[in-house]
């Protein structure tokens, strides 16, 4: 059974600084990898997607990384952002479906 | 409309009920999802449509649950005889392409925020 486990579960940190959140998965058979971000009360904003035969990719000040093989995948943000706060969730296309981890809650304060 | 339309965005039943949400996808989407994210967790997959086809219903936490999607545009899923465990919010989503091997995003809808007293 495909399970995806996000780390830290949350973070808390002041503007300014280079973030890494983390993402694993059990089953390496995927098709893509996709990190979204979630506001409150609101629906899943898709950041970043990466097919499996990709091992990275950029917009603007967020880069994702995937190694397949290894079944892990990073979200690097650079020179965060109070307006980066919400929720960021990894999820795995597993055969027909997006299986998701339970999310890393961001915090950045001015 | 430019992106997947919920309704309604909040909705209160008494346990017993049943209850129906609607989800518009973007025009022309060939894929749609239902997903059920329960407070503080990720979404869970529920149910998945290719035009009026319902794929994989693999999701549905029981029988009670009931999705449709009948000329391959709007979608509807229904809950009988609602439990408290039922309470979440309710994502719909939508892809240009098929489901199985697609690298095209699904996008989602803000959801239906279900609440069973």
């Known amino acids: 059974k495909q399970e995806v486990t996000q780390i830290p579960a949350a973070l808390s940190v002041p503007e300014g600084e280079n973030l890494v959140l983390n993402c694993s998965f059990t089953d390496s058979a995927i098709y893509n990898l996709q990190w979204f971000r979630q506001d409150p009360g609101k629906g899943l904003t898709s950041l970043l997607l990466?097919?499996?035969?990709?091992r990275e990719q950029t917009s603007g000040r967020l880069n994702a990384s995937l190694d397949k093989s290894s079944g892990r995948s990073t979200l690097y943000i650079a020179a965060s952002q109070p307006g980066d706060s919400a929720t960021y969730l990894c999820?795995?296309?597993?055969?027909?479906?997006?299986?998701f981890g339970t999310g890393t809650r961001l915090q950045v304060f001015p | 409309g430019a992106g997947v339309s919920q309704s309604p965005r909040y909705k209160v039943a008494k346990r017993g009920q049943d209850v129906a949400l609607r989800c518009d996808p973007i025009s022309g989407h060939v894929s749609l999802f239902w997903y059920q994210q329960a407070l503080g967790q990720g979404p869970e997959f529920l149910t998945y449509?290719?035009?009026?086809?319902?794929?994989?219903k693999s999701g549905l936490p029981s029988d009670r649950f009931f999705a449709e999607r009948p000329e391959g545009s709007v979608s509807t899923l229904k809950i009988q005889r609602t439990q408290q465990e039922d309470s979440a919010v309710y994502l719909c989503?939508?892809?240009?392409?098929?489901?199985?091997?697609?690298?095209?995003?699904?996008?989602f809808g803000d959801g239906t925020r279900l609440s069973i007293l």
């Open positions: 989503a939508s892809s240009f392409s098929v489901a199985t091997g697609s690298n095209q995003p699904q996008h």
């Open positions: 990466i097919q499996s035969s990709q």
């Open positions: 449509f290719q035009n009026e086809a319902q794929l994989d």
């Open positions: 999820a795995v296309t597993y055969t027909d479906k997006l299986i």
